[in-house]
Each structure stands twice: as C-alpha cells, then as structure tokens.
C-alpha cells in the first residue's frame, strides 16, 4: 500500500466517526483507489491505537455510505467507481448583479495563451479548418475582382451571402429572407447590436448561470446588470424560474443560448424553447438568441433555435461562420426581427460594414456545396474529442466530481467537491503550463469556485491525457489540503504493502 497520510478533517463526536471520514477524504481525493484492499480490521487498530471494535464502527459507516465492501474471506475493498454525476441546477443570486470584476481575469487570459496545453481556448485547431480551399477562394475573389479591395461593401452585408444564410435556416424552419439578414464582424458584433438597440445603461438582461465570460464582458462594457436565472446542465435555462424573475418588470432583454450553451453545455428541449418564447413575448421582452454552436451537434439532427417558435419577431437571432468555417474572417450575422431596422443603424454606425472580399469567399464556399462536406467531418472530430476529455475526467478526477457531457458542442463543465478552489487550482497548473478556465469566470456574482470549464478543441494526444491528469491530481491534493473546522495534526496509516 502507498504512503497514505489522513488529516483530522473535523471535529467528531466519536472515534470511529473521525476515522471513516478521514478514509472518506482518501477515496475522494483518489489516494485510495477502486479496488484497493483496506488494512485488515486488526491491522488498522494496531496502527491507529484503536480498539477493534472502533475500527470495524469505521468500517462498517464506510460501507453503509457505499465507499467501501467486504468480501468474504478476504477482508474490505473500496468500492469501484461510480459513473459521475452531472452538476445540479444552478442556484444563483436571486437579485441582479453589476459586472464590474471581468477585468481581473485578463491575466490568466494572458497565461493561458502561453501555456503547453490551454483547454481555456474555445477555438477549434487550424487543423479543423478548410484553410486551403478558403485560400483558393480568397484569391479568386481578389483575382476576379480587384476593386473589392477599394470598397467598403453594403452596410447590410454581401447579397448572395444573406441568400445562403436564409437558405439554409429552412432546414429548422426559419421563416425569414435574405433581406432579414445582417452580416456583422463575428457574433459577438451582432450581440453588441441587439443590446444596444433594446436596453440603456443600468438596465437588467436576465441571462443563463453560468454563463459565456465574453456576454458578460459586454454587459459589463454596456453598464447593464445581470440577472442570473437557474439553469440545468442538459435542459437549459429554467422557464419556471424565468417566469418569476420577470414578474415585476425589471427585466429588459434576455440574452441566451439555447442550443449546447457555453460553458454548461445544456441543450433546451423544443418544448422549452416554445415556452420560453411564448413567455418573453406575452411580456414584450425581447430575447437575444446566441446560436453559434447549434451546428456542433454530435448526433441526430441539427436541433432548432428559439428563432423557429418565434411569430412575432421577439427574438434576435445571432450567429457565425467563425467557430464552424473560419476564425480568422470574423463573419457573423444577425435576424433582428421587429428591431432590423433600428440594427441596420447601428451596425451603419459601430463599423459600416463587414469587409466584402471575406463575405465574397465564404459565399463561394458556401456555393460550391463544401459547407455541409465539412460540417460532418468537423462534428466528427469534435464528438471524439470531446468523448475522449470525458473519459480522462472520470479516470483521473477525485471521487464526487459532477460534469457535463454535452449532446454538442466541445465544453466540459466541471463541478469539483467542495474545498476545492479552481482559482487557485489554475494559478498552480499555469506554474506546469496547463490552462483552463476558473468557474468563477462565468458568474457576476462569482459563483462556481469549484467549478471549471476545459474546452475540447485540438486533436487528443497523449499530452492533452496527461494535462488532464494532472489538473486532477493536482485537485485531489488541494482537496486533502481544504482547511475543515476542527481539523488537527495529520496521522499516518502504515506505508507498509500488504500481502
């Protein structure tokens, strides 16, 4: 057996009590394994000076909490693992919370960057991308048409690049024309536009728990609160909780996203989705639809956005080419229903337009009929990635982690036990060039401090197994270290292995 050493973890009322919860505190944080036999009931009294009875107590409350089971004639074993649970719904803040701590999370932005292994980048590696029929295309385009270069292009976006984009909603029931389409630099542009078109500093949008840093870096940029609803990690966003939060009229946009949300990963039921535009709309609160990832699904079919229940022009509709196609072209696009116009302004007025040669490109791509070719391939790629995260999670987590394997998309979120500080987790992984986003990151309230997200994006390598070992070995030791009141000086099970 390895050198085992179990800190007093809480002050108990009883002997046997004290040991079961420091063995407890072992299982969980991996130093003893499923499978692994337990120094025998005399055995563990010589070492510990306890009396038989005591240790067999210890046992026996080990074994009524599933930790541990005795096999005949052999003694007592901890007990396989369990496959891991997903998080609980959220509980956030009931009350709105300015987004004024964003700011102080630019450093670990800048260590990640640096870092050996980053699973806080939620881009896709160049590998993912057609980048050479992309460069084809550029050319062509540049080629054919020198004078793109010398124009600014329509405020409203290229034509044929809004025909496909509405061309292709039919295949989720979009109801909308090419006309209905404005083209944006990125999502994040088209975000922008809608906030600005339906709120006013201090104003409340009610948002997901957790949610995407980069929404809540612009509600904090717009000087808006956020109103942090329950969300459930495979059904999305509560309506029940949603409905209540919007009862007294403080609410003034909703910004979320339905499909594979970032970081939790949850996927609305079209039910849901019906309920909660049916809901925002009977209270003339527009809804701010992210679809970036609604692409990303692994199997079945795409599933629809809210946009598709959508019959009165309530919900905005943004998206983009930049996960799925080509980061580095910054494309996105926006249907902004009964406030198209008054974002047509907007977007005349934040950056005139997006730059034609790259809308010209995608549109050819897009034409030629490669889009979708590459969109099966990609869905590939990132359903085993993500399959292969999964796994190194339950290897090599401690005992009692929760997280999500999404039905789409490439985020796993984790929920580690409680003790457990991902903040300072990363600090300690970014010291062995391993990143990783903080939970804290996506709350306003800075909630989810045991919480962290890893971002399945390049191709799984043995380094990328071994980071996520890592970041787990490093939570179990955290986890033995977690101050509990009442803790004491630390004993020591005999090193010696058994027979």
């Known amino acids: 057996m390895n050198d085992l050493a179990f800190g007093h973890r809480r002050k108990a009322d009883t002997l046997y009590h004290q040991l079961a919860e420091e063995m407890a505190q072992a299982i969980a944080a991996g130093l003893l394994k499923p499978g692994e036999k337990l120094p025998s009931v005399r055995k563990m009294s010589s070492q510990r000076q306890l009396s038989l009875s005591t240790v067999m107590e ?19 074993y901890v007990r396989p693992a369990q496959a891991m649970q997903i998080p609980l719904l959220t509980q956030p803040p009931q009350t709105p919370s300015r987004v004024i701590t964003q700011a102080e999370f ?20 160049p590998e993912h991308y057609p980048t050479q029929p992309l460069q084809r295309l550029l050319s062509q385009v540049s080629r054919h048409a020198p004078e793109i270069l010398a124009d600014y292009g329509r405020p409203q976006g290229d034509p044929e690049l809004r025909r496909h984009i509405a061309r292709r909603s039919l295949a989720w029931g979009g109801q909308f024309e090419a006309d209905d389409v404005i083209i944006t630099q990125g999502c994040l542009e088209a975000l922008n536009l809608c906030l600005r078109a339906v709120t006013r500093p201090g104003d409340v949008v009610a948002i997901e728990s957790p949610a ?64 909660l535009v049916e809901l925002l709309d009977s209270r003339n609160i527009p809804l701010i639809e992210d679809d970036l990832y609604g692409e990303f699904f692994h199997h079945g079919e795409r599933p629809r956005p809210a946009k598709a229940f959508d019959r009165t022009g309530n919900v905005m509709l943004c998206s983009s080419f930049t996960k799925t196609l080509a980061p580095g072209f910054r494309v996105g696009w926006v249907v902004a229903g009964r406030w198209q116009r008054e974002l047509e302004k907007l977007k005349f007025i934040n950056t005139f ?42 290897r090599y987590f401690p005992a009692n982690t929760r997280f999500t394997v999404p039905e789409g998309g490439f985020v796993l979120w984790i929920e580690l036990p409680e003790g457990i500080d991902t903040l300072q987790l990363l600090q300690r992984c970014l010291q062995e060039g391993i990143a990783f986003s903080p939970g804290e990151l996506f709350s306003p309230s800075r909630s989810y401090r045991n919480c962290l997200r890893i971002c399945c994006v390049q191709t799984w390598t043995t380094r990328h197994e071994k980071a996520v070992q890592r970041i787990g070995e490093l939570a179990a030791e955290m986890l033995l270290q977690a101050p509990v009141a009442g803790a004491t000086a630390p004993a020591v099970i005999d090193p010696t292995p058994i027979k």
């Open 58 to 76: 210890a046992y026996r409350e080990l074994e009524d909490r599933g930790l541990i089971e005795a096999r005949p004639q052999s003694g007592f």
């Open 106 to 125: 630019w450093p670990y932005h800048v260590g990640g960057a640096s870092a050996r292994v980053d699973f806080s980048f939620a881009v896709l590696a």
């Open 212 to 275: 995407y840093f980069g929404l809540l870096q612009i509600l904090e940029s717009f000087n808006l609160k956020a109103l942090e609803i329950p969300t459930h990690p495979q059904t999305g966003i509560s309506v029940e909780a949603l409905e209540l939060a919007t009862r007294n009229g403080q609410v003034q946009a909703c910004l979320l996203l339905p499909n594979f949300s970032n970081p939790i990963g949850c996927l609305m039921p079209d039910e849901a989705k019906r309920r």
């Open 353 to 394: 337009s997006t730059p034609a040669i790259l809308q010209q490109t995608i549109a050819r791509f897009l034409e030629n009929g490669g889009y979708d070719h590459h969109l099966r391939k990609l869905r590939r790629a990132v359903c085993e990635q993500v399959e292969h995260g999964a796994a190194a999670v339950r």
